[in-house]
């Protein structure tokens, strides 16, 4: 896994408005069918973990535990992160590159 180029393909894809950030945020892109994939921050709480988890598997979305809380909001210039959501397809491909 390459995590800077994964963090600096999310930084774009905020850049390109195809993020969105937070828990509700993510939640509600995702029950909207607008999320083609979900990340969320490996130091996140269990609970937020199986919330997401059960929630991208009934909505059939594929979802990545990936880096820290301070990372992904950096890589989007915010504060701390638990979770996003990448609102386009071509931005979730390259990021899953970089994942596998």
């Given at each position: 896994m390459d995590n800077k180029k994964a963090l600096s393909m999310i930084g774009m894809a905020m850049k390109a408005g195809k993020v969105a950030s937070g828990?509700?945020?993510?939640?509600?892109?995702?029950?909207?069918?607008?999320?083609y994939m979900v990340i969320v921050a490996d130091d996140s709480s269990d609970n937020t973990k199986k919330s997401f988890r059960n929630m991208c598997a009934y909505y059939n979305v594929p979802i990545y535990f990936f880096s820290d809380k301070e990372e992904l909001g950096h890589a989007i210039g915010k504060q701390f992160r638990a979770s996003l959501a990448i609102l386009d397809e071509g931005f979730k491909n390259s990021i899953e590159k970089h994942f596998k």
């Open positions: 828990e509700f945020a993510t939640e509600k892109a995702v029950k909207k069918r607008m999320a």
